[in-house]
């Protein structure tokens, strides 16, 4: 199985270089990592690891996602986009092209339902589980994101969508590896073969039909030339 961080953010939104990152992470035990770095990136082979750039968009309902998604100036091999609340989370859980739903521990304890299961299953959109808000957060926040993370298992469990895994580094010192992220998933319920699949689930999803095809269906549904 290919193991992917599936996401980190270097320089310039971080102060380490993808080169570094991609050193680190084959240091580390995984394949490939997903850079979001804000300015497009770049994407190959270093160190014998494999580095996706990724498209990380931020909007806040269906139309500003689709409109981001049409105007990127490059070809990401996998679009992130920021969970917000149910409605837009169902929507952007709908939308072609869009591969991981991010920051749901972030998002309320509303921005996850049944439905978001559902769509997120159909159209094989992977939830992210970023465990920076495990390595870097303290307390309360820390105690929160726990909880979430451990709903999205559940929702996982009851409804079979992908599930990514993220150190969510802006820095190389705060990736950890293979091993210590099947331990810090236990915290939360998460078994071994689980965390395994996860780590997984980026090369599945790139593997998948290329997203310009499933993007211009997309655009043209919701924005009708």
Known sequence: MVYSDACVFPYPSGDTSVRRFALEAGYLGFDSIVCADGKGGVSGEFYGVRVYRALQLRQKNQNDLVKAMRKCRFKPDIILVSAGDATFNRA??????VGILRGIHDAGSRAFDDVCGIKAAENSVAVDIDLSAIICRRGNPRQKALESFGEILKFQRKFGFPVSITSGASSYIHMRSVDEIISL???????????KAALGSVDAIIN???????LDEAIDEVIPE
């Open 208 to 214: 998948s039909p290329p997203i310009i095809e499933v």
């Open 185 to 195: 998933c236990g915290i939360f319920g998460m078994e071994e073969d689980e965390v």
């Open 92 to 97: 952007a859980l709908s939308t072609g092209g």
